[in-house]
Structures are given as structure tokens and as C-alpha cells.
T-cell receptor
């Protein structure tokens, strides 16, 4: 599992509330990613990080922010959650070998 | 940007071969991957192929790449009920980001 954990694993929240999801890795990988998974869309990239304090936007970044103050933690924040952000969120790390990405177990977020 | 397409659904009988297809648009992709997702779980990397290869075999899995047609396929020999899952192809782009297809749900009937 490449030493990736995500917390919480499940969360139900209300529209307008802030939410932070955490991704933690134990193997000192430089690149980390946040994706969302929705039926029929596969996985879509939200934000990624290429080092401490170095982040960039992905395909569906609107409404999301990220932070990486330590190599091992990559946080995804929904400043004011909306129902359209109900989804399953996956974190991934990238290995330098063959540029392969390995995924965490996911967080199921429901915004009521 | 990159577009990756997969058919939504495939049903096969146990013991038959399964072929899952994927098309993509960006010819500059370096690596192409197949991931498997079981219900309630994350994505598991199954196999990959480098863009200068035509075929790669790994036990029951065979990956075929047709660069001219931008077509990737995954063949699973002797399909088992445990192979029932959603399969995603993913393409590596410039900047080392992945673009995923929408996933193919494989159902294996006993």
C-alpha cells in the first residue's frame, strides 16, 4: 500500500462547512496527489504537490485548496463544502520508477 | 488536454478471456497503466507498459499497445470471479500527471 493512509475514511457534513482531509505517507515521496472519483468520470486530479510548500492545480481545483508543510502530510481543504463535492477522495504518491502512482484507501465525503 | 475513453461494462463467463479496451489522444504519453478497483477499495496498480513497447505479458495479464491507433488493451486469461472489479486505464502526460479513463466494470459469471 506504499505506506499511505487517509483520514477520516468517512465523513458527513453540511453545506457551507469547512472540511479538511488528510493524506499521510511514511516513505518520504516527493510527489503527492489528490483526486476525486465520481461515477463515469474515473479519477480527476484536484491538486498535486512536488515538495514542501510546492503545490499546483489540477483539472478540477475550483473550491479546493491544499497545503504541504511537511513531506509526509498533504492536506485537502474544502473551504465551504457544497453538495457537488460529495465524492470519494483519493490521495496518491508517485514513485520515480516508471512514474507509477500508488493510491491510498480513499475518503468518502457526503455533503448534505 | 488528454482524453481517455473506455467502455462502461463487460460481462464474461468464468474461465473465458476478458479484453478491456482503452483509447487515448495524446501521442506523447510515456507510460500507460492499468489499475484495478474492488468495491470500497482504492486503486491497485495491475501493470504498465512503456510507450516504445507493443506488448507486455505478466502471468494471466497481457497488455497490447497500438501507438498508431492510440489504443491500449488489457487481456485477462482464464478469468476468475475474483477478477470482478472496475478496471481503469491511465495515461502519463507531460508534467507526470495521470489522466484516467472512466473505468470498465468487469462482471464474471460462474
Amino acid at each position: 500500500d506504499a505506506g499511505i493512509t487517509q483520514s477520516p475514511r468517512h465523513k458527513v457534513t453540511e453545506t457551507g462547512t469547512p472540511v479538511t482531509l488528510r493524506c499521510h505517507q511514511t516513505e518520504n515521496h516527493r510527489y503527492m496527489y489528490w483526486y476525486r472519483q465520481d461515477p463515469g468520470h474515473g479519477l480527476r486530479l484536484i491538486h498535486y504537490s512536488y515538495g514542501v510548500k510546492d503545490t499546483d492545480k489540477g483539472e478540477v481545483s475550483d473550491g479546493y485548496s491544499v497545503s504541504r508543510s511537511k513531506t509526509e502530510d498533504f492536506l485537502l481543504t474544502l473551504e465551504s463544502a457544497t453538495s457537488s463535492q460529495t465524492s470519494v477522495y483519493f490521495c496518491a504518491i508517485r514513485l520515480a520508477v516508471r512514474d507509477t502512482q500508488y493510491f491510498g484507501p480513499g475518503t468518502r465525503l457526503t455533503v448534505l | 488536454g488528454e482524453d481517455v475513453e473506455q467502455s462502461l461494462f463487460l460481462s464474461v463467463r468464468e474461465g473465458d478471456s476478458s479484453v478491456i479496451n482503452c483509447t487515448y489522444t495524446d501521442s506523447s504519453s510515456t507510460y500507460l497503466y492499468w489499475y484495478k478497483q474492488e468495491p470500497g477499495a482504492g486503486l491497485q496498480l495491475l501493470t504498465y507498459i512503456f510507450s516504445n513497447m507493443d506488448m507486455k505479458q505478466d502471468q494471466r495479464l497481457t497488455v497490447l499497445l497500438n501507438k498508431k491507433d492510440k489504443h491500449l488493451s488489457l487481456r485477462i486469461a482464464d478469468t476468475q470471479t475474483g477478477d470482478s472489479a472496475i478496471y481503469f486505464c491511465a495515461v502519463n502526460n507531460a508534467g507526470n500527471m495521470l489522466t484516467f479513463g472512466g473505468g470498465t466494470r468487469l462482471m464474471v459469471k460462474p
